[in-house]
């Protein structure tokens, strides 16, 4: 059974950290993207960032460069997203995904539950 459970979530003050985790089982880890999503009320999900399976290459948008880090450790099936310099607008249900390649038309996706970030003075 394929499971992504996100844990770390919580209330912090602006400028304050909090790290991530996404645990998973079930698909065979190292070969799949993993990204982090998030969405606020009432708007669309977005793309937080990204990181390949094996080379660990990443991708960040751009909102979160020089603030956030995606990891990943293959040995643990774990995904992680460090938080720094939060922001109130980092306000959001982070979302763990993970995405492997099927051709040229079709990806397999899974996706976990979300974790809720609220960050306010």
């Known amino acids: 059974q394929v499971q992504l459970a996100e844990s770390g979530g919580g209330s912090v003050q602006p400028g304050g950290s909090l790290r991530l985790s996404c645990a998973t089982s079930?698909?065979?880890?190292?070969?799949?993207?993993m990204s982090w999503y998030r969405q606020a009320p009432g708007k669309e999900r977005e793309l937080v960032a990204s990181i390949f399976g094996t080379a660990g290459s990443t991708n960040y948008a751009d909102f979160v460069k020089g603030r956030f880090t995606i990891s990943r450790d293959n040995t643990k099936n774990t995904v992680y997203l460090q938080m720094n310099s939060l922001k109130p607008e980092d306000t959001a249900v982070y979302y763990c995904k993970a995405r492997r390649r099927i051709g040229v038309s079709r990806n397999d996706d899974y996706w976990g539950q979300g974790t809720q970030v609220t960050v306010s003075s």
């Open positions: 079930g698909f065979t880890f190292n070969t799949y993207t």
